[in-house]
């Protein structure tokens, strides 16, 4: 004959779910999950290579803006009306 496993009434792991989430008030904001601004970073490998990480992604920046040059608001504006004279 097999012994039956005797159930328990109480279930102990239920009382530490919670069952509404937490005030905003009451979180520590060291308590807080990174965001992905937080989380992301650059990083210059030994050889020179750049590259953006952010979580286990790691991406190889091979091009970037210039610091001294036209603003993006410039280049897009070239490349509107570039656009619009081959239409035309």
């Not at 979180?27 to 979580?55: N, Q």
Request: include cysteine.
């Amino acid at each position: 004959m097999a012994k039956r496993k005797k159930e328990d009434p109480y279930d102990l792991c239920a009382c530490y779910e919670p069952t509404e989430p937490v005030p905003e008030e009451f979180i520590d904001p060291g308590d807080r999950e990174p965001t992905l601004a937080e989380s992301a970073l650059y990083m210059i490998d030994d050889d020179g290579t750049k590259y953006y990480c952010c979580g286990n992604t790691r991406i190889k920046i091979t091009e970037s803006f210039p610091e001294k040059g036209p603003s993006m608001n410039e280049l897009l504006t070239d490349l509107i009306i570039r656009e619009a004279k081959k239409d035309s």
